[in-house]
């Protein structure tokens, strides 16, 4: 049971270049979430997926785009990267949507040039 | 801007005292908090939560205290030790709505 898994762990982008974060959990859990942690400041939600089939837009979604390919895997997008989206995101999940326990990746850190 | 707050940015605990964490949050609303865990190159980790309807919850070595009069949260530890060296984050759930982390207090243990 590995829980929630992300790739990759590290990357480099130029501004412009695309790419996608993979996230998947073997929870067996209903919502996935996206996140982005700065220096100083909280956890961010970026995009979340309360059940299969569905998305929904968080706190800080432009220049990002999801998918929720199956109830297992959760992608992030970023169609043209720029400097502002450097980051460390973090991919969670939760048994159902509403006020329980996320369970969370360990991250991928993200520096755009 | 941040709907939850941390008093303290940083706090340094000498190794087997008790830790304290405070937080503030800000909708009076919100029915569910919850504190996490983060070690260096970590993601998250859950620590403990509390719905609104309970005033204190304890686990292994810690302790949730709800003040919903004030909206303050705390967290204490019993017994610090080293490997409880870590960033903590309290987070608040309103209704109808995601969870809402703060900015996170750095604690850190000296032996």
């Known amino acids: 049971n590995a829980g929630v898994t992300q790739t990759p762990k590290f990357q480099v982008l130029k501004t412009g270049q695309s790419m996608t974060l993979q996230c998947a959990q073997d929870?067996?859990?209903?919502?996935m979430y996206w996140y982005r942690q700065d220096p100083g400041m909280g956890l961010r939600l970026i995009y979340y997926?309360?059940?299969?089939?569905?998305?929904d837009k968080g706190e800080v979604p432009n220049g990002y785009n999801v998918s929720r390919l199956n109830k297992r895997e959760f992608s992030l997008r970023l169609e043209s990267a720029a400097p502002s989206q450097t980051s460390v995101y973090f991919c969670?999940?939760?048994?159902?949507?509403?006020?329980?326990?996320?369970?969370f990746g360990p991250g991928t850190r993200l520096t755009v040039t | 801007g941040e709907s939850v707050g941390l008093h303290l940015p940083t706090l340094s605990v000498q190794e087997g005292d008790n830790s304290i964490i405070n937080c503030a949050y800000s909708n009076s609303a919100s029915d569910y908090f919850i504190w996490y865990k983060q070690e260096s190159g970590k993601g998250p980790q859950f620590i403990i939560d509390i719905r609104s309807n309970m005033d204190k919850r304890q686990g292994q070595r810690v302790t949730v205290l709800l003040n919903k009069t004030v909206k303050h949260l705390s967290l204490q530890i019993a017994a610090t030790q080293p490997g409880d060296s870590a960033v903590y984050f309290c987070?608040?759930?309103?209704?109808?709505?995601?969870?809402?982390f703060g900015a996170g207090t750095t604690v850190t243990v000296r032996a």
């Open positions: 969670a999940s939760s048994e159902r949507e509403g006020p329980n326990e996320q369970y």
């Open positions: 929870m067996n859990h209903n919502s």
């Open positions: 987070a608040e759930n309103p209704p109808r709505y995601k969870l809402s």
């Open positions: 997926s309360a059940s299969e089939g569905t998305t």
